[in-house]
């Protein structure tokens, strides 16, 4: 059977010789790793090539020993929920390592319900499944959940912090790298809590994210034909000369919408449309 053995960057060995399990796959080198190098992300390379999350060891067959490369990448907890650093954290998609099995839910509507003012995970239900500790996965959304609800004639007649009394949990979506949905999990449920890692995000992954979705909602915004009708009338070199109020006149007399606070909000983006509106015209302007 084959051997493998793990070196820091340094030449240090930290692992092995080892037999190498079948099929070799980075999840279970990572999975022997931690026993070495708890609570860290580990990449893993072979030579120059870096093992993805489905990746597998190529060996030569027999008793060949195989040298592999692991790099430690230091991460961060997992931020509490409904928090403006959840918010932050998982706006544009972040990696999530389990440092300890955690349950997942299928769906937003299958998130735990509320038995004696808290949330009640029913571990029986066909609608909760465990991932194990060890995997990572792509957090891409959010949502959040009251549980003990305060309701608006408590808050109207109850004494003054009735509102304490509610407990606000959040919940995030992951995903694999291909961007196929695993399920939402609860934000800071376990001790220790598990690991965010800022990493290269795949292009399936980052569509999934609310930035993204901000990104198609801007450009399809700027490819209003709105736009080439007020560009036509206004050039963005002659809108630089206009007051905020004659901008918003401009806008307004095209049917655009945009809720702009700054005179350089607007000429911003009128230069931006300008490029999806005339695109011959940036064209010339780069052949020149």
Not at 39 to 60: P, S, Y
Not at 109 to 138: C, H, V
Request: charged share 25%; hydrophobic share 35%; net charge negative.
């Amino acid at each position: 059977m084959p051997h493998f053995i793990v070196n820091l960057p340094s030449g240090e060995t930290v692992f092995g010789p080892e037999e190498l399990p079948t099929p070799g796959s980075r999840e279970q080198l990572c999975s022997l790793l931690a026993s070495v190098l708890p609570g860290k992300r580990l990449e893993i390379l072979q030579g120059e090539r870096r093992l993805g999350l489905d990746d597998c060891v190529e060996t030569a067959g027999g008793d060949s020993t195989v040298i592999l490369s692991v790099v430690v990448r230091g991460g961060r907890r997992m931020p509490d929920g409904c928090s403006c650093e959840s918010s932050q954290v998982i706006d544009g998609g972040i990696l999530v390592q389990l440092v300890s099995d955690e349950y997942v839910f299928a769906s937003d509507r299958k998130l735990p319900t509320e038995r004696n003012g808290a949330p009640f995970i029913d571990p029986s239900s066909p609608s909760t499944a465990t991932l194990q500790a060890g995997r990572e996965f792509w957090a891409v959304q959010a949502t959040r959940k009251t549980y003990n609800e305060v309701s608006d004639e408590d808050f109207t007649w109850g004494s003054q912090g009735i509102e304490d009394q509610e407990i606000h949990k959040e919940f995030w979506y992951l995903v694999d790298g291909g961007g196929n949905k695993v399920g939402w999990i609860m934000v800071a449920r376990t001790s220790p809590r598990h690991l965010c890692f800022e990493s290269s995000m795949p292009d399936a992954v980052f569509a999934l994210t609310r930035r993204a979705s901000r990104l198609r909602a801007r450009e399809a915004y700027l490819q209003d034909s709105k736009w080439k009708a007020t560009l036509e009338e206004k050039h963005p070199e002659e809108m630089s000369d206009m007051c905020m109020k004659d901008l918003q006149v401009l806008l307004a007399n095209h049917g655009l919408k945009g809720n702009y606070m700054q005179r350089s909000d607007v000429l911003t983006d009128a230069r931006a449309a300008s490029c999806y509106q005339f695109p011959e015209f940036v064209d010339t302007q780069g052949d020149a």
